[in-house]
């Protein structure tokens, strides 16, 4: 009996088995993962199905549907209990339905005893309300806020719209960035693109357009002007007195006068005679600006036009404005679906970045560095 002890214990004690990536089985984690996605719109599930085919593994089997009443509810068909989960919730028009059905989809999951709850979210909602205004509030700080109570314990996103987005997480938050595919159909689809100027649309972008331009090897411009200043002016209403006047009657204290901003006419600050113009942003929705832009590239003198963006919400008669306009492709990633702007426009080009999306999800799950996603990536990128 104890012969066959030990030997049973030499068994267990046998090399471990290597798996295909190269790695021995302790590095992996002993959890399984499952992949669901968390929308009801057949359109926005078309990612999870090209992530979930990377990976090799099915998409979980669940239902998330709408109610006659519009309330969200959420079925899990298997069970998820001490699983790693990813649940892959891109957004569509319906920004709000969408929301929620990824928080009924956490919650639904954490009381069905999930181990982690993955959020992979590649264009993360209410970004642009990132900020304090005038009577206003941190919209983006308060989703953070939910999703964390929901049961979210970790999120991957592509491309914030400030990077500072990340400290509103109470929990780790894994931005990836799009510009190594965007950057290789530069180099790969735009002929003679070493002709070509990085612009950038306001002074605020600057900083991302001259992470292309460096990467590239590229000339740098920008714009600056009235179609580009997105600061807003809020008034308190006619016939109210100013600040510093009501003050001044209450304390006897006078404060320096703040004069109003006056748009500039819009200008361009480089040289983009006789080149292909190429402007960089992360989001691309309302395109009266993208429009102004291009036609004052084309009056100074450009001769192609390029508009390369992350994240493709194209809402409203953004086809239609792109097709009637000087732009002669607008290149976006699949981040967020667009299939009928692509009907309405064939200036809209598709950039696939299904494949970081799974490799992030199979380095979080195995335990394995994410440093390699971010290579050459520097602070200001």
Known sequence: MLARRLGGHKCLGSSSPKLSFGYTK???????????????????????????????VELGKSVVYQEANRETRVDVKESV???????????????????????VMAY????????????????????????????????????????????????????LHQKEIQGF??????????????????????????????????????????????RLRLGLAVLHGEAHNFELVMSDGPGLASPSSLAHARTGLELPPMMPKEKPPITVVGDVGGRIAIIVDDIIDDVEDFVAAADILKERGAYR???????GLLSA??????????????VVTNTVPHDVQKLQCSKI???????ILAEAIRRIHHGESMAYLFRNIAVGD
């Open 349 to 355: 080009k598709t950039v696939d970045v299904s494949m």
């Open 317 to 330: 008669d953004a086809p239609r404005l792109i097709e009637e306009s000087a732009i002669d492709e607008v």
């Open 81 to 103: 209990r001490g699983q790693d989960i990813f649940i892959i919730q891109t957004i569509p028009r319906d920004v709000n339905t969408a929301v929620m059905e990824l928080l």
């Open 108 to 159: 639904t999951l954490k009381t069905s005893s999930a181990q982690n709850i993955i959020g992979v979210i590649p264009y993360f909602p209410y970004s642009k309300q990132c900020k304090m205004r005038k009577r206003g509030s941190i919209v983006c700080k308060l989703l953070a806020s939910m999703l964390a109570e929901a049961g979210l314990t970790h999120i991957i996103t592509m491309d």
């Open 26 to 56: 302790m590095n992996v984690s002993s959890r399984g993962y499952r992949v669901f996605s968390g929308n009801s719109s057949t359109a926005c599930t078309e990612l999870a199905q090209t992530i979930t085919e990377r990976l090799g």
């Open 305 to 311: 036009i390029y508009i390369m963006a992350t994240h």
């Open 169 to 214: 997480f109470s929990f780790p938050v894994d931005n990836l960035r799009a510009s190594p595919f965007l950057i290789q159909y530069i180099q790969e689809e735009i002929p003679d693109y070493r002709n070509a100027v990085i612009v950038a649309k306001s002074p605020s972008a600057a900083q991302r357009a001259q992470s292309y331009a460096e």
